[in-house]
């Protein structure tokens, strides 16, 4: 599928503020599914746009305005070409400890650093343990975690952690994500945080163009088939019950959200800001209108 | 009272097993301890007790304290406790030391470099990635980033043991923010004050030119093209425990002393605020932990340091000693492997051994480990200072059991070593008598564009009869420790830097506005 996607942040602030540093990774990323071919960003006041790889590989582009401004306005537009993935393979619980899957699941197996305890888990953990291999538990992960919470704004925060969802029993996909990740890792199945876009139009409706929100799914490392050949990463999304496709325009990847925050900045001043944020994507392959 | 005059040697027996560093085990002293000794005989159990009180009163008024953290109370500030019998360490022995200490640094340097680089010793095989990526020192943030110089650890401090067959041991590397410097060059101003009779008939190797050698390394590595460097200390603040040495080292080194709210980035340079306005700044030696520098990395949920500060160093106009993600090679899990990283990365068999030491993550050494516990040292990977020791043959039935279950629920967190019979320097008590105390040792190495080791370092005392821990704030104490002259001078200062001028004055007006963060969840909706 081939999109515009348009990302546009606007703060305003109750009175001046100054030295606002901020770092995005908006830019979709180059994978073997997905092509981005043109990346643009505005930011008003005007600022010089630096760009890095992090240690994960996603594109990160920083800028400061030092001196005193009343609003922040970062416009990102990407053109981006996506493809279905293939397959996802087939291989047994057992190919789960082999050295060329451990090695290739690195730090994605890994524990949180310093997590505490999660209440209630347990029953969940259960559940995911009696598929019959890796792949299907992950088919069963994408219904029990929608099955169980509610999503619902407002119930949680950026800052939330698996306990504050389990507590709340609703959260957003955030949420839904690293707890998937926690389940994931304690059977073994090495699992990252992926941040992106989604191109959400109900499958039945021709829109060519939709008003979305940056959205968060999780790769899960999947032994090859029959537990020989390579491991492979495949996207999941919990929030709505299904594997990512072409539909889902990744941006990057971490151990959590915190290694990949599509925005994150700190200005100086008190002042309180109010935030808008919305993300235009829209289809642009002649063939959506012919499916409509 | 009349046996107070008596000399305070005679009752004087060391401990065997431990090798004492003054006294051979027959209870005469030690042919380089003569004279000292003597001295020591001459100025009496009574006098000794007299230059202690001395020594007290002249700490407290010049702030030369810090705080001990007792189980049943409150911190209180005391003198610190500086013993008036110096170690002495012979000319050739440290070179051996020196020459040990400075291929460590290399390889730690190297390990670093490596870590955030090309990882080759992880796919050699030799340190394995999950060690280093569960370490929470380990820095995503500075992946990829080569500091100016290719230096990482510009201060290092080892601690050495000295066991007793004589050979010297290191039992923890500290290449993070390393104290106790201010200590070695008080000590060795208030021993030339307080009983200067027991240098005459000795050449002590010079400790004072150690703020010198930190200026030059910081100036060595600072990236201004044609300017003079501006170099700053960063300190937490007046509350750190260690802030004495922060002022201190600002001092000697004729730089500004500064705070977070002191500095800002604007277009990936450091500056400081001054009368003057914004005044560029080339290095920093910062004597706080990562999680503190960047609001923008290192910890999500910290408002605290300088924004953009990492930037600024990606973007390599800045010089930060040490460097950031240091602490990645001085978890203590890495300790085990600092002998292979000499022999891979500098292709040297290693001068200094480790403690033997166990790794718990796997299951057969760990139940070994556990079925010995009471024998072993037991240490958390990722702390300092002592914190979290527990000594097998010193802790209670309980304490074993508790470390036990600590141990099963989080292996990799814990390393566990063969207990070290520390060496004893004899030790004034509180009645003026000499008795064994047992020691170790903290040489300061200062890494610029070449690896200078001031003579000695810390010597820190258990002044607890029988105690192995010499944590200041556990009850430990220390001694000025000389190293004697004996015709080589390679690690001399050289003269000293004529331009050690007197830094701009700060504005007493700090930055008033807090810091705020902004951040958006990910929250698209279901379809």
């Known amino acids: 599928m081939h999109f515009s996607i348009r990302y546009l942040t606007e703060y305003r602030y109750g009175s001046p503020v100054s030295d606002n540093l901020n770092a995005l990774r908006v830019r979709p990323a180059t994978t073997s599914s997905q092509r981005c071919d043109e990346f643009h960003t505005r930011i008003d ?169 940056t959205h968060a799914w999780l790769e899960a490392l999947l032994p090859g088939v029959d537990g020989r050949g390579e491991p492979v990463w495949v996207g999941v999304d919990p929030t709505n019950r299904r594997f990512a496709g072409e539909t889902h325009v990744k941006i990057g990847h971490g151990r959590f959200y915190a290694d990949i925050p599509p925005v994150k900045g700190v200005y100086r001043g008190g002042s309180t800001s109010t935030l808008g944020a919305n993300v235009q994507m829209s289809r642009l392959d002649p063939q959506a209108g012919a499916r409509a | 009272m009349s046996d107070t005059t008596a000399p305070p040697i005679d009752s004087y027996n060391p401990r065997a097993p431990f090798l004492d560093e003054l006294f051979e085990t027959d209870g005469r002293p030690r042919e380089v301890a003569r004279a000292l000794i003597s001295e020591l005989e001459r100025i009496g159990a009574e006098g000794l007790t007299e230059v202690g009180r001395r020594r007290d009163a002249t700490f407290l008024r010049q702030g030369i304290t810090f705080e001990t953290s007792g189980e049943d109370g409150p911190t209180r500030e005391r003198p610190f406790p500086l013993d008036l019998v110096p170690r002495v360490i012979g000319g050739d022995e440290w070179r051996t030391l020196k020459r040990g200490l400075a291929q460590r640094i290399r390889a730690l340097n190297a390990f670093v470099d490596d870590i955030y680089h090309a990882r080759e010793i992880v796919r050699e095989g030799i340190v394995p990635w999950r060690l280093v990526v569960s370490s929470p020192n380990f820095a995503r943030a500075v992946h990829g980033i080569r500091p100016p110089g290719g230096v990482y650890t510009h201060v290092a401090g080892c601690d050495l043991v000295r066991h007793s067959n004589g050979s010297w041991k290191v039992i923890e590397d500290n290449v993070r923010t390393p104290s106790g410097i201010s200590y070695v060059l008080e000590n060795r101003a208030a021993m030339t004050q307080l009983v200067p009779q027991l240098f005459a008939n000795y050449r002590v190797r010079p400790v004072d030119h150690y703020p010198q050698l930190l200026l030059r390394a910081l100036r060595s590595v600072a990236p201004s093209a044609d300017s003079e460097a501006t170099v700053v200390v960063w300190t937490p603040g007046s509350l750190n425990s260690a802030y004495f040495e922060h002022a201190f080292l600002a001092r000697q080194m004729g730089v500004e002393l500064v705070e977070a709210s002191d500095l800002v980035v604007r277009d990936d340079v450091l500056y400081m605020r001054t009368t003057r306005g914004l005044e560029r700044v080339h290095a920093v030696y910062r004597r706080l932990d990562d999680d503190f520098v960047d609001p923008l990395e290192f910890r999500p949920d910290s408002l605290l340091g300088v924004p953009g500060l990492v930037r600024a160093y990606r973007a390599g106009s800045v010089a930060i000693a040490n460097a950031f993600g240091t602490g990645v090679a ?81 292996p990799e967190a814990w390393i566990a070593q063969e207990v070290v019979r520390l060496s004893t320097v004899p030790t004034v008590g509180p009645d003026g008598l000499l008795a064994p105390r047992h020691v170790d040792l903290r040489p300061f190495a200062v890494f610029g564009e070449r690896i200078d080791i001031v003579p000695g370092g810390l010597t820190r005392v258990a002044l607890q009869e029988g105690s192995m821990i010499v944590n200041s704030s556990r009850g430990g104490g220390s001694k000025d420790t000389w190293v004697l002259e004996d015709g080589d001078d390679a690690d001399r200062a050289g003269p000293p830097l004529a331009d050690v001028s007197s830094p701009p004055a700060l504005p007493e007006m700090r930055y008033g506005d807090a810091w705020t963060n902004q951040q958006q969840q990910q929250q698209q909706e279901p379809q």
Not at chain 1, 96 to 124: H, R
Not at chain 2, 345 to 367: Q, S
Request: net charge negative; charged share 25%; glycine share 8%.
């Open chain 2, 330 to 410: 001085d978890n203590k899990a890495v300790y085990h492997f600092v002998p292979e990283m000499i022999r891979f990365y500098l292709g040297e068999e290693p001068i200094l051994e480790n403690v033997k030491t166990y790794l718990l993550a796997d299951e057969e050494v760990r139940e070994h480990v556990l079925s010995r516990i009471d024998q072993l040292v037991v240490k958390p990977t990722d702390e300092s200072g002592g914190k979290g020791v527990t000594i097998g043959p010193h802790a209670t039935e309980r304490e074993l059991e508790q470390v036990a279950a600590a141990v099963r629920a989080k």
């Open chain 1, 45 to 213: 006041p005007e600022a010089r746009v630096t760009r890095h790889l992090d240690y994960f590989g996603t594109e990160v582009l920083e800028f400061g305005i030092p001196t005193g401004h009343d609003h922040l306005t970062i416009d990102v537009r990407a053109r981006v070409v996506t493809s279905a993935p293939p397959e996802p393979p087939h291989g047994p619980w057992s190919a789960l400890t082999s050295d060329a899957y451990v090695e290739a699941a690195g730090e994605f197996l890994l524990p949180w650093q310093d997590q505490p305890p999660i209440a209630g888990i347990e029953e969940l953990e259960a559940s995911i343990r009696t598929a019959a291999d890796p792949l299907a538990a992950l088919r069963l992960l994408v219904e029990l975690v929608p099955d169980t919470f509610e999503y619902r704004r407002g119930a949680t925060y950026v800052g939330s952690t698996v306990s504050d969802l389990l507590a709340a029993g609703a959260g957003v996909c955030q949420d839904f994500v690293h707890l998937s990740l926690v389940l994931l890792r304690r059977h073994g199945i090495a699992a990252r945080y992926v941040s992106g876009y989604l191109w959400a139009a109900p499958e039945d409706e021709g829109s060519d163009s939709l008003e979305v929100d």
